[in-house]
């Protein structure tokens, strides 16, 4: 079984725009700013994000961009209110700073350590 296997059998997790890939076949008007993004999993407590799309591993999948609507209901099917999204991506991002050792950093430069 490999690790995002394991991650989506253990972990909670919820879908995530990632804002700065937006659809680039997405039509839109001069100055528009763009409403289709990357779709990414985000696992809670989870350092990063995994995009979608096949990438190394299968190079013909395409990735998945979806508008704000569809990934707030793609989540509540799963059962996750915004808040609930809210607080996974907000954990992932918590880990990330952990694994880059920034935390201890932060928490001296904020006189916390």
């Known amino acids: 079984m490999s690790d995002l296997n394991v991650l989506l059998d253990t972990r909670r997790w919820v879908y995530w725009l990632d804002q700065t890939h937006p659809d680039p076949d997405e039509k839109r008007e001069k ?5 289709v993004f990357r779709v990414s999993i985000v696992f809670e407590n989870e350092s990063g994000h995994f995009p979608t799309g096949g990438g190394e591993a299968d190079p013909m999948k395409a990735p998945w961009y979806w508008d704000q609507e569809t ?9 996750f209110n915004e808040e ?3 607080n996974i991506v907000t954990s992932s991002m918590r880990a990330s700073n952990l694994d880059g050792n ?9 006189g916390r350590r």
């Open 102 to 110: 920034r935390l201890p950093q932060y928490l001296e430069r904020a």
């Open 31 to 35: 100055g528009v700013p763009p409403k």
């Open 84 to 86: 609930d999204a809210f």
């Open 71 to 79: 990934c707030k209901h793609a989540n509540a099917e799963r059962g």
